[in-house]
């Protein structure tokens, strides 16, 4: 994985020179640019947002006052290391950019809005590409990097009148709201976030109401998959946090889809892998935001089938640690988190993160995640007994 030194240089300039420009202003943003507020979503925004590519949009590039553009860049280091059945190892390394990208936020009105998002990457969503670690067999992708292309993430219109009623309406292509992440270009993402990202053209209706709660319904026409329905859908409920004691808030969802299959045979971290067809999968989450910058979470997903041939059931479940503190003036991160699998790709998964905000617009993170034991080793898909990989890197937006 090998960037050119001209390409790595203007990536480099992009993500450092917001970090000096913030500071020379005095790390102070305007109230509104682009006849829109600076200071990032509402709660009820990035609910509507769901699992939609969000940057951090302070920009003030504007056009009549109605339409702003942003945009967000992660360049970093990666080492990916499996351990193969034949007991050799496969290891790839090198510096990359991962993904760069465009984002266009329009509102047409007080009550339509638009947004485009064009990604400069992998296809995490589109069997043509390649993650730097399969998850269908562990072994690194030697050709992660040739996998890259210009391509429409997201292009949505929305309809939101929250003075006049709790409901919400958008059409057009993007991430399907079932289950919870925050980064749908994640290099090596969690077992549940690789079994629920899913990018479509559906329909969504749904509601935010000034009591907390918050629901989906989405719709969609699957015609990857031959042998299944064609009609798919999912659905989500959930609660924003309630405070249950002193200094614990507690929030979670519950989430349904379908058939799981169009995920996997969307994705470039399962290469295209499936063999059945109708799996629904329900996914459940909770959060608990404890005092002293302490967040524990936890995930539980069922399958109502196993998505290769063995008739078991496939479920993973998992725990995720957050601290987030303030030190030497930056506001830094630890995360820690564990996943096992039954009947899945993997019985387990562990992962440590470290991220640090740099400046208002710059990050720099890292990350070390390890994959183990097999368990679908008898469905004869896995390639490798074990794969671990880390990687360092800057992200940033403007």
């Known amino acids: 994985m090998k960037l050119k030194p001209v390409v790595l240089a203007i990536v480099a300039a992009g993500l450092v020179g917001p970090a000096f420009a913030a500071y020379g202003q005095g790390q102070r943003a305007p109230s509104s640019a682009c006849g829109m507020p600076v200071t990032g979503m509402s709660h009820a925004q990035e609910l509507i947002n769901g699992n939609g590519v969000y940057s951090d949009a302070r920009s003030r590039v504007c056009w009549h006052d109605k339409v702003r553009f942003s945009g967000f860049a992660d ?10 059945s034949t007991g050799t190892d496969l290891t790839v390394k090198g510096i990359d950019l991962w993904n760069a990208g465009a984002v266009m936020n329009a509102q047409i009105n007080p009550k339509w809005s638009f947004k485009a998002v064009m990604n400069y990457g992998w296809l995490g969503d589109d069997a043509q590409g390649q993650s ?12 992660f990097d040739t996998n ?9 219109i929305t309809y939101s009148n929250a003075n006049r009623t709790p409901l919400y309406f958008k059409i057009g292509k993007g991430y399907v709201n079932f289950g919870s992440y925050s980064n749908p270009y994640a290099v090596f993402p969690t077992l549940t976030q690789s079994l629920s990202q899913l990018n479509e053209n559906y329909i969504e209706l749904g509601m935010v109401s000034g009591q907390g709660w918050h629901a989906s319904v ?15 859908g999912a659905a989500k409920i959930g609660f924003d946090q309630r405070r249950v004691m002193s200094g614990v808030g507690l929030s979670g969802d519950v989430s349904y889809i379908s058939n799981l299959e169009t995920v996997e045979r969307k994705s470039s971290y399962y290469s295209g892998w499936s063999t059945q067809s109708d799996v629904s999968g ?36 998992g725990v995720d640690l957050a601290y987030k503190l303030r030190a030497a003036g930056y506001a830094h991160e630890v995360t820690v988190d564990y996943e096992d699998g039954k009947e899945s790709t993997w019985k ?51």
């Open 148 to 156: 890259k292309s210009f391509h429409m993430d997201e292009a949505l």
């Open 75 to 84: 360049i970093g280091y990666a080492h990916a290391k499996a351990r193969l």
């Open 132 to 143: 730097l670690i399969s998850y269908q067999t562990g072994a690194p992708e030697a050709d």
């Open 348 to 398: 387990h998964r562990w992962s440590v993160g470290y991220n640090v905000d740099l400046a208002p617009n710059v990050k720099g993170y890292a990350q070390y995640v390890k994959l183990s034991a097999a368990a679908a080793a008898n469905h004869g898909t896995n390639t490798a007994v074990s794969a671990k990989g880390w990687l360092v890197g800057l992200k940033g937006s403007f």
């Open 282 to 317: 329900l996914l459940a989450h909770v959060n608990f935001d404890l005092s002293h910058g302490l967040n524990v979470g936890a995930n539980y997903l069922r399958a109502s089938g196993d998505l290769a041939t063995a008739p078991s059931k496939e479920s993973i479940w």
């Open 218 to 232: 989405t719709g969609w026409n699957d015609d990857t998959v031959s042998d299944a329905r064609k009609h798919q």
